[in-house]
């Protein structure tokens, strides 16, 4: 079965940390473009990052940049997103996808994993 996995996510204090991982099985990730997406509640789902398929460049929203990073092992066809200094509005379901963008030609999706900042 062809699937995204997203994993990783949960409970954090704000300035904590977390790191989501995005699996890929029956496919080889290494040949896509992989974005990180988030949509938070009563929100519209937004690109937040991006990793080109040898990691050459990555791209990243304002509202994340310095803060997240997008990594990938495609040895281990899984790409990763680091998330430092999380605030409140980090608050949202985070998928993965191989694609960059929302109007962008997508083949696969992930399920999506809550991450929740919180005091």
């Known amino acids: 079965q062809k699937q995204l996995v997203e994993s990783g996510g949960g409970l954090a204090q704000p300035g904590g940390s977390l790191s989501l991982s995005c699996v890929a099985s029956?496919?080889?990730?290494?040949?896509?473009?992989v974005g990180w997406f988030r949509q938070a509640p009563g929100k519209d789902r937004e690109d937040i990052a991006c990793?080109?398929?040898?990691?050459?460049?990555?791209t990243y929203r304002d509202s994340v940049k310095g803060r997240f990073t997008i990594s990938r092992d495609n040895s281990k066809n899984t790409v990763y997103l680091q998330m430092r200094n999380l605030k409140p509005d980090d608050t949202a379901v985070y998928y993965c996808?191989?694609?960059?963008?929302?109007?962008?030609?997508?083949?696969?999706w992930g399920l999506g994993t809550q991450v929740t900042v919180s005091s």
């Open positions: 029956g496919f080889d990730l290494g040949y896509y473009f």
């Open positions: 990793i080109t398929p040898r990691a050459m460049s990555t």
């Open positions: 996808a191989t694609a960059c963008g929302l109007g962008d030609p997508i083949d696969y």
